[in-house]
């Protein structure tokens, strides 16, 4: 079994954007869940996303370096840990808000999106950069992208910390990726099973 670590250039984006992929055995990454007492996957390591997103910071700060200040939004509740993370790496000039979507429940997606929470801050004619946990189907993103642009931004580009590109029903692509991931139900990092374990610092999938 493998997991493939990918990074999307956009076009026209300067810089050093470089694809690249990674291997990872998981005969070594067995273990028992802390809490739970299941055999389970240790998909990525609290290490290995942290070096991933300090990459990712480090790429939106050349690319936003002559952008003046940018809004970045972090979707609640998944993408509050990768959130925190990237922005204590971002140099550029920010603001921070955030916005609820509620689209899962149990281990899939509804289809259906809540909007939970609006952002507070005015992002007319701003640049807006949007954080997220996972893009899965797409469907939840590409209504975040409606709501957004009814705003009128300047831009809008999105970074993820997993891409599941197997479940895409949406036509939507984010412009950084920290990791594109088999089609299978990962927690931890943010991510929940039933509101639970969004505290673990990896991310984990069931065995």
């Known amino acids: 079994m493998w997991i493939s670590l990918i990074s999307y250039p956009e076009s026209g984006m300067s810089g050093s954007h ?4 990674h291997s990872v055995n998981f005969s ?7 809490i739970t007492g299941a055999d389970d996957m240790v998909l990525l390591t609290n290490c290995e996303l942290q070096s991933r997103v300090k990459e990712l910071a480090q790429q939106i700060n050349f690319d936003y370096r002559d952008k003046g200040e940018i809004v970045v939004i972090g979707v609640l509740k998944g993408a ?6 990237l922005v204590k790496h971002l140099t550029i000039d920010i603001v921070v808000d955030f916005i609820q979507v509620e689209s899962y429940e ?24 949007l954080v997220e946990d996972i893009l ?3 469907i939840t993103l590409s209504n975040v992208f409606v709501f957004l642009s009814l705003h009128d931004p300047a831009s809008v580009r999105v970074v993820v910390l997993l891409d599941k590109p197997a479940r895409r029903q949406a036509q939507v692509k984010a412009d950084y990726t920290g990791f594109k991931i088999e089609n299978r ?5 943010g991510l929940d099973y039933k509101q639970r374990f969004r ?3 990896e991310v984990r999938t069931i065995k």
């Open 80 to 85: 509050f840990m990768f959130f925190s993370d």
């Open 185 to 189: 139900f990962v927690y931890g990092y």
């Open 136 to 138: 899965d189907t797409g």
């Open 18 to 21: 470089g694809n690249y992929t």
């Open 28 to 34: 070594t990454r067995m273990s028992t869940n802390p």
């Open 106 to 129: 149990g281990t899939e997606s509804t289809g259906n999106v809540e909007l939970r929470h609006q952002p507070t801050v005015n992002i007319r004619g701003k640049h807006v950069l």
């Open 199 to 201: 505290h673990l610092s």
